[in-house]
């Protein structure tokens, strides 16, 4: 079908310069001036350690199961230990940034959180927590997208929803309206393989030749949304009030998240990602692979909060990952598939300075299959709660179907 969503989620390669905007993009931009709520969410791929990201510490079954991988319990003059958060968690050391955060209210985490789906396959348990319905494969959207359809925009801005990659991400595949941005120092908006071996003429030439009026049309918008994000220019907005991103992908992706909230071209929901959490082998604890990744992760979050200033106060960013990793470490001084994980989330709306959800300990008779850290907290509870506290977000029904929200753990003021 031949729509302008399709091809801001699927085309454009390159970006033209118009001297006015059109009718539509006129209309989006004035829209945009109102200040709006922002989600930002991130992905943490490959299965992030939850049990030493926030470490247990007061578990001494924590220590038995982990004799090589453990952090060491908060300690004077431990330059390694956990950083104490409320004399049961502590924060693993890389992520030293994030402390002041915690501290002052803005980040509270949700331990015992995730998937209830049992499946130790990445691929699988990714698409259930893209998709929003766990198990159940034929869902055709992303609980995102759905969520952007619960609260219609008009008109919408076309950079409302925004992930920034090569290529629409699960999460936000579906009928409603969001464009997937691989770097905005080149203004591209992307599209599948055959689309770009179809440009070498000029992608404006691709559309002009076009005998299907509507396609036509489409091309046009889409030049014209490029030119819009062009006359923004995001990149001249560098991070304020002292904050340095990390150079890594995450970090510089973030950096530009920052920059389309800065630009107004109306952006109300962005997802990004980060991978390499599968640590299968030589893990580390307070140092080594888990922990450089962790670094990487906490500076840049806290590079973000310094650098949106007031504008934190329309903000929440929420982290999830497909699982957790088992209990157990294994014989690579690694840990294996899991089940429950834990889950950040800043902003100025969060309850920070808590460790939320029942936590179901460590023993085992406590663990799921013997093995992992057992769920108590649903992921759609905590996600149904930042739509329906922060974005305003009513029918959660109509965004996680099939699942009624149980009550809220409390991790957004109400």
């Not at 991400?169 to 941005?181: C, E, M, N, S």
């Not at 950040?344 to 992992?372: C, I, S, T, Y």
Request: charged share 20%; aromatic share 8%; net charge positive.
């Amino acid at each position: 079908m031949n729509t302008r969503r399709v091809f801001l989620k699927n085309g454009g390669l390159a970006f033209v310069g118009l001297s006015t905007l059109p009718e539509f993009l006129t209309r989006a931009v004035a829209s945009t001036g109102d200040r709006k709520k922002i989600l930002v969410v991130l992905f943490q791929r490959g299965a992030a350690d939850g049990l030493n990201i926030v470490v247990p510490f007061a578990e001494p079954n924590y220590y038995k199961l982990r004799p090589s991988i453990a952090i060491p319990a908060p300690s004077q003059g431990v330059a390694n230990a956990a950083i104490d958060l409320d004399g049961r968690f502590g924060l693993h050391r890389s992520l030293a940034s994030l402390e002041p955060l915690f501290k002052k209210g803005s980040l509270g985490i949700v331990h015992a959180a995730g998937s209830p789906d049992s499946t130790r396959s990445h691929f699988d348990a990714q698409d259930y927590m893209e998709s929003g319905t766990p198990g159940l494969k034929s869902t055709a959207d992303g609980w995102l997208n759905r969520g952007l359809r619960a609260q219609k925009r008009e008109p919408a801005s076309p950079f409302r929803a925004v992930a920034m990659g090569a290529s629409l991400p699960r999460v936000l595949q579906g009928t409603a309206p969001a464009v997937a941005l691989p770097d905005l120092r080149q203004f591209q908006v992307m599209g599948p393989q055959q689309v770009q071996q179809s440009t070498a003429g000029g992608f404006e030439a691709l559309y002009a030749q076009t005998a299907d009026k509507k396609l036509g049309s489409t091309g046009r918008e889409t030049f014209e949304a490029i030119s819009m994000l062009k006359r923004a220019d995001p990149a001249r907005y560098q991070p304020e009030n002292g904050s340095q991103y990390p150079r890594g992908r995450f970090g510089q992706s973030l950096q530009q998240v920052a920059q389309l909230i800065k630009s107004n071209v109306g952006l109300e929901i962005a997802f990004l990602d980060s991978g390499g959490w599968d640590t299968h082998v030589n893990q580390g604890n307070a140092q080594g692979q888990l922990a450089n990744l962790l670094r990487d992760l906490g500076d840049a979050l806290a590079a973000f909060h310094r650098d949106m200033g007031d504008r934190m106060a329309d903000i929440v960013l929420v982290t999830m990952s497909e699982f957790g990793r088992t209990a157990h470490e294994n014989g690579n001084r690694g840990t294996d598939h899991g089940h429950a994980n834990c889950m950040f989330l800043m902003g100025a709306g969060v309850n920070g300075g808590k460790v939320h959800g029942r936590w179901p300990g460590l023993e085992r008779e406590q663990l799921n299959e013997g093995r992992d850290l057992a769920l108590t907290t649903d992921f759609r509870t905590v996600l149904g709660e930042v739509l329906d506290r922060h974005l305003g977000v009513g029918n959660l029904a109509a965004v996680f179907p099939g699942f009624a929200t149980p009550k809220y753990v409390g991790v957004l003021k109400a």
